[in-house]
């Protein structure tokens, strides 16, 4: 039986939420945490769905103490996860969290639960993910550290999740103070590209109104804070191809590798900048518009920050 807790986010899918059931049952969590969003008015097959998810997340047939926080309306992509995330850590001091669509290995779960205890006591390490998105490895160590959270598959701590804040109330200073300069230094079109996003998601701006991620890389970013990422890849995503960003299909479904027994730790607890820069480029530069306002900002030497 798993010692680490799960908390599974759930809202209309029923097809992929048994695929990721299944495999959180293959892991048998002595702790399961259930949270999932109400039906949106306007959708008739909603009720229904949603019905056929909350049937199938009541089946937990292992010993378990199985906690559900079931909405009745629907709060949206924004406010269900993080505050579902924020219930979670009400409970446990550290976990693991999978959405309906982010099917994990069987190795994902122990990965989670070997670096949550390895890192616990460390304020600088605030993320454990489960995805690599590349076909090859950034170095012989088994994983590297990263700015950037992959939340397709995550587990984190009680400790680091008390620095999220969906309002980013402290935005405006932040941006003011140019700070995002010394905490990405060497990297210009990336701290202009992530003030902007920044700027959109505390604004609501559309396309960033039902977002959480965001602010949760925003509180990482501010707080130097560092993500572990595997150099195998243990999550594959198995919803639409609409929800996967950037990436497509071949990338955000990528088939699983194999996690060696023997784990082999960085050399040095820093950012590996050469799989940032390549993660950047794969899920996070923008389209050719955004390079092109980033190149009239230098020309106009405009106050972007």
Known sequence: MGETPVLLIVFNRPETTRRVFEAIRAFQPQKLFVAADGPRPGSPSDAARCAQVRDLVRNVDWPCEAEYLFREENMGCREAPAQAITWFFEHVEEGIILEDDCLPSPDFFRFCSGMLAYYRNDEQVMVVGGSHYFRTRASDATYEFSRFALTWGWATWRRAWKKF????????EFKRSGRIRSLLPGHPYMQWRFTRI????????????????????????????????????????????????????????????????????????????????????????????????????????????
């Open 165 to 172: 804040d969906l309002q980013m109330p402290d935005f405006e």
């Open 198 to 305: 920044f700027q959109k998601c505390h604004q609501r701006a559309p396309w960033f109104s039902d977002v959480w991620d965001w602010m949760w890389f925003y509180a990482i970013l501010k707080n130097r804070g560092l993500c572990i990422l595997p150099n195998f890849n243990m999550i594959s995503n198995i919803g639409s191809v609409q929800a996967t960003h950037a990436m497509n299909a071949e990338t955000s479904a990528r088939p699983f590798d194999t996690l060696p027994e023997t784990w082999t730790h960085p050399a040095r607890k820093t950012v590996n900048e050469a799989n940032d820069r390549r993660i950047f480029r794969l899920i996070y530069k923008g389209d050719w518009k955004d390079f092109v306002r980033y190149g009239l900002s230098r020309i106009t030497f405009r106050d972007w920050m």
